[in-house]
């Protein structure tokens, strides 16, 4: 089928048959169409339907509140057309940049627990999937509907070996497809690089405040990956903040802890407990770390007084945090909206 | 022709609030830089998203959906945004805002 698309700023066409998201074979083809979770959650991908027709895919996806009937409203990343369409969106037509995302097959290659309830997976693409640090693939679980979005945890610039973590829901069809037997070695497919909360050293020539809470750690590691591993963190400083329930909630410490140790004097390291706090042997395993009771983005705010001039700041974690930790850049900070990144998933 | 409509009591919107009041059908945003008050459409002109639900510094209004803004004063974008704000006329009568809504005040 084919689909036009009129935006504010000029006309794209391309083409998507009947079992592809349109948002996807748009971003395929190397078009900057708009998007941010790519799931069904955000509605930064909707446009308007002004002629043809589509199987609306996920009925009961969230941002599906947000689409009007009238002219009729569709989200991209969920709509399947079954005609050639004629759709409108309206801003404009953004930059692709960066790696032009694709559908690959891949293998689980393993499962590892990380604490009570996240699990480190690895899948290798059958092909390499170049990333930049903080971009997510949507992955396509056997058997489960729709696609997860999950963020990169570490930085391969080779795209061979892509490490995420999960966070385990109780019922949760993925979580409950993981738990179900051992699954390692299941085929998966994986379309991306997706998201624009990327980290790229040559072009982000800043210090980082870097904000992430429970599961939402992944992309912050891969950006302090790329950070150390770039030597950004000779020049220029990263400031962390890591929010958890309380201590058994924490994974991947040693990582963070190492990263810290490469540029103790560059690198500052809080974790917030907004639950429980750790007890004294728990606060001997975190040495160097800043430990603060309260939300994460509260925590982030009082440290950072005064320290918000020229930042980058990155954030991923619960919807709610990410909006307050934005508020409070926005407001206290007076950090530019351009030097705030995250992906929204809500 | 001018059709003054009572939108709110000036008192209604306080420092860095920004909020939603709805006159005859028509849904607008109030927001305050000192003791002024400034009247906009409710929607953001980027994806629709009820500016009420954005931040107002009492210098410059952001919605909270992609972080659009716009000086709150002349509705002029100051960063990302690339549609200007429109903004209703107002005054203040007493204690009450009011705000011309003879025409409203669309980005189609």
């Known amino acids: 089928m084919r689909i036009e ?37 955000c509605a930064t991908c909707k446009a308007s339907l002004e002629n043809g027709d589509v199987n609306d895919g996920w009925a009961d996806a969230p941002a599906r509140r947000m689409l009007k009937t009238e002219p009729r409203e569709i989200l991209m990343c969920q709509a399947r057309p079954k005609s050639d369409c004629r759709l409108a969106i309206r801003g404009r037509l953004g930059d692709s940049g960066g790696y032009v995302p694709s559908w690959r097959s891949g293998r689980l290659a393993s499962i590892t627990p990380l604490n009570h309830d996240v699990l480190q997976l690895e899948i290798e693409p059958d092909a390499p999937m170049p990333f930049d640090a903080g971009q997510f693939m949507l992955v396509d679980v056997p058997d489960v509907p729709g696609y997860r979005g999950w963020s990169m945890a570490t930085f391969d610039p080779a795209g061979d070996r892509l490490v995420f973590t999960v966070k385990l829901m109780p019922g949760g069809t993925v979580s409950s ?9 299941t085929g998966i497919r994986l379309f991306g690089p997706l998201g624009k909360a990327s980290f790229r050293p040559d072009r982000d020539n800043a210090d980082l405040l870097c904000i992430a809470g429970g599961s939402g750690l992944a992309p912050i590691l891969a950006i302090l990956d790329h950070a150390l591993g770039s030597g950004h963190l ?24 190492e990263i810290a140790a490469a540029a103790p004097e560059r690198v500052g390291l809080t974790f917030a407990f907004s639950e429980t706090m750790p007890g004294a042997a728990e606060r001997a395993a975190l040495p160097g770390v800043a430990i603060a009771e309260g939300f994460v983005h509260e925590i982030m705010g009082q440290a950072m007084a005064g320290r918000f001039e020229n930042i980058l700041a990155y954030m991923a974690g619960p919807p709610p ?16 909206p351009a030097r705030i990144r995250y992906d929204k998933f809500s | 022709m001018s ?51 954005g931040i107002c510094d009492g210098a410059t209004v952001t919605c909270s959906f992609h972080l659009w803004q716009w000086n709150m004063i002349t509705g002029e974008s100051t960063g990302e945004a690339e549609i200007d704000l429109l903004i209703y006329p107002s005054k203040v009568e007493g204690d009450a805002l009011l705000a011309d809504l003879e025409q409203e005040l669309t980005y189609d």
């Open chain 1, 5 to 41: 698309l009129a935006a504010r700023d000029g006309e794209v066409a391309f083409d998507c048959d009947e079992d592809n998201e349109i948002l996807l074979a748009g971003l395929a083809a190397g078009l900057g169409l708009p998007y941010e979770c790519a799931t069904g959650t």
């Open chain 1, 177 to 185: 497809w993981l738990s179900d037997g051992d699954r390692a070695g």
């Open chain 1, 234 to 257: 000779k020049r220029h400083r990263a400031d962390i903040f890591f929010g958890v329930r309380s201590y058994e909630d924490l994974y991947c410490v040693g990582r963070l802890l």
């Open chain 1, 321 to 336: 945090m990410v909006e307050a930790a934005m508020r409070l850049l926005v407001m206290q900070g007076k950090v530019p």
């Open chain 2, 3 to 53: 059709d003054w409509k009572r939108v709110c009591a000036t008192g209604d919107v306080g420092e860095n609030e920004i909020k939603e009041f709805e006159i005859d059908g028509t849904k607008v945003a109030v927001a305050r830089s000192g003791d002024a008050l400034h009247v906009y459409p409710l929607r953001c002109p980027h994806m629709d998203e009820p500016l009420s639900t």
